[in-house]
Structure formats: structure tokens, C-alpha cells
């Protein structure tokens, strides 16, 4: 299961508000829908954050085995 929580540490540290996701870097609020709620997003998605954080994949999202 992919999850996105680092996401979130991620825009903490950078000073980043989901508002200025959304309003200065035009990200939509249904990606940000999609991204609290650990759905799919597309790699355009994915990429264009890495982008705009200046980050690595793992600092956007971490894979957990989902327990069986």
C-alpha cells in the first residue's frame, strides 16, 4: 500500500500550506483529496510535487505491505 504521509512532514518542514498548493502552484484540491485519502494519483501528479518541494519520491510518499 502506498501512503502519503511523508507528504505531509514535507510541506510542515518547507512552510507550505495545502492552501498555497492549491492557489500558488495550482495543484487541484481533488489531488489533494486524493493524496489525504492515500488514493491514486497520476505520476504527473507525483513528479510536479517532487518539483515544486525540490525533493526526492520518498519524501512525497513511502510503500507499507499491507497486512494480509
Not at 510542515?12 to 492557489?23: C, E, M, N, P, T
Amino acid at each position: 500500500m502506498i501512503t502519503y504521509s511523508p507528504l505531509w512532514n514535507t510541506l510542515k518542514a518547507r512552510s507550505i500550506s495545502q492552501y498555497k498548493l492549491v492557489h500558488h502552484y495550482e495543484i487541484s484540491s481533488g489531488q489533494l483529496y486524493r493524496l489525504r485519502t492515500n488514493q491514486h494519483i497520476s505520476t504527473y501528479t507525483l513528479n510536479r510535487l517532487c518539483e515544486l518541494l525540490d525533493c526526492p519520491v520518498q519524501d512525497v510518499l513511502q510503500y507499507c505491505k499491507s497486512p494480509e
